[in-house]
């Protein structure tokens, strides 16, 4: 080959050379950008998938204390139903004890004596029982009327204590956790002392100034 066809063939070669080279930055700048979006994608994955291991572990969590709630109600008010009918035994018991003339407490007949202190221990070892098990009894007498927790039967007339105090039980009442089992039956005082109205705190300086 001459001399001359070798230094025409020169620029084709280096033309070539050229383009390849060309064609190679710009499939590296490709696959750069091509590994840079699926780096993206990935990381953009990986939040969403930890934000759902969030949520649900936060669904597990509440289902955990809903279903411990729901266990811990069960067990307290379970017996609810049957305190309250055995509230109404004893409170036929306080009856029978009650109505039972002075008279006869005192004639000292000994077997009287013994039928009285049955029926008195009966009620005390059922009462102490319901106690065993979340039921507690309510005597509000002195407190603030409360009527989540009392039931008014009647008012009394009294200037000497604020209005809206128990001032006699007329029944007891009683709660089991923190629900009324069955309020009790009270009367209220009336016409008393009204409450006297809060002092006023410290007035702000910088409020006078703005005032």
């Known amino acids: 080959m001459s001399d001359q066809a070798k230094d025409q063939r020169a620029p084709d070669l280096d033309a070539a050379l050229d383009d390849i080279a060309e ?21 953009k994955e990986n939040e969403e998938l930890k934000d759902r291991a969030l949520r649900a572990a936060a669904e597990m969590e509440n289902l955990r204390r809903r279903t ?3 266990v811990q109600d069960a067990r307290a008010y379970a017996i609810a139903n049957f305190a309250r009918d055995m509230l109404s035994v ?11 003339p002075e008279e006869a407490k005192a004639s000292g007949d000994a077997g009287f004596k013994a039928l009285i202190e049955g ?3 009966t009620e005390r070892a059922m009462l102490s029982a319901l106690e065993r098990h979340g039921v507690k009894k309510l005597e509000p007498e002195g407190e ?12 009394v007339p009294n200037p000497d204590v604020p209005a809206n105090t128990v001032l006699q039980v007329v029944q007891p009442g009683y709660s089991i956790g923190e629900r009324v089992l069955r309020p009790a039956m ?18 702000n300086e910088q409020a006078e100034k703005d005032a």
Request: proline share 7%; glycine share 10%.
């Open 23 to 43: 064609a190679d930055a710009v499939r590296a700048e490709g696959g750069v950008e091509g590994d840079y979006e699926a780096l993206v994608k990935l990381l």
């Open 90 to 100: 004893s409170d036929n018991l306080r009856r029978a004890i009650d109505a039972i």
């Open 186 to 203: 009270v009367g209220v005082s009336k016409g008393g002392p009204k409450q006297a109205p809060a002092e006023p705190g410290p007035v």
């Open 144 to 155: 603030k009327f409360d009527p989540n927790f009392h039931q008014a039967m009647f008012e």
């Open 119 to 121: 029926v008195e221990i």
């Open 68 to 70: 411990a709630r729901d």
